[in-house]
């Protein structure tokens, strides 16, 4: 047991931080106050502590980082809470600050995406096919995005994905799900263009 220097309570010792430098080994303040304390000296010295750690942080831009990027692999889940946290009290701060950022690197941007899509042709061309579906309407709300996603990135060479039913058939209009889809050689594809036979395919 041990008293407070502050508060003068008698707590247990597992109530104060330790402290290697002190006799009992503890401090001597307990934790409840040296909490306050803590509280009261930033809302009273923000700006300067604020000016401080931002002049540390540019101080080394790399190295904090690095720092900050160890920090976030350590604290994955606490970072992850205090990052949505965040977002939900300054979603309009973060949506001004991606809006100024996406202009800054417009290029960059366009670079990146570019290169994604000439890596990944199969992604490019669900998308496109979502986008087709989409402003037709023809993507109900269960369809199975990422399944249909998978389905175009594992398109054989030679193949396209074709829907069965044509998004905007004569008789009838299919719909964007993954039921509705197949691989075709790529010629047959383009012969069928929209024209769904309904004979062939069994439907009276
Ligand atoms: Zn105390």
Redesign the pocket.
């Known amino acids: 047991m041990k008293q407070?220097?502050?508060?003068?309570?008698v707590?247990s010792l597992d109530e104060f931080n330790k402290d290697k430098s002190s006799k009992d080994g503890h401090y001597s303040?307990?934790r409840?106050?040296v909490k306050e304390r803590k509280r009261i000296y930033y809302s009273k010295n923000k700006d300067s502590i604020l000016k401080k750690c931002k002049e540390n942080y540019f101080s080394d831009v790399e190295l904090s980082r690095k720092r900050k990027r160890e920090y976030t692999a350590k604290h994955r889940d606490s970072e992850c809470l205090r990052a949505k946290f965040w977002y939900s009290k300054n979603k309009d701060k973060k949506s001004e600050y991606d809006k100024k950022y996406a202009k800054r690197n417009i290029d960059k941007r366009r670079l990146a995406s570019k290169k994604f899509r000439n890596n990944h042709p199969g992604r490019k061309r669900a998308d496109t096919a979502y986008r087709r579906a989409w402003r037709i309407k023809a993507t109900p709300q269960w369809s199975d995005l990422k399944a249909i996603r998978m389905f175009y990135e594992k398109c054989p060479n030679g193949y396209h994905v074709d829907h069965i039913i044509p998004l905007q058939g004569k008789n009838v209009s299919g719909l964007h799900v993954l039921n509705n889809l197949q691989y075709l050689i790529a010629r047959e594809n383009l012969s069928k263009s929209n024209h769904y036979s309904i004979e062939h395919n069994g439907i009276k």
């Open positions: 407070c220097c502050y508060c003068k309570t707590k303040a307990c409840k106050c």
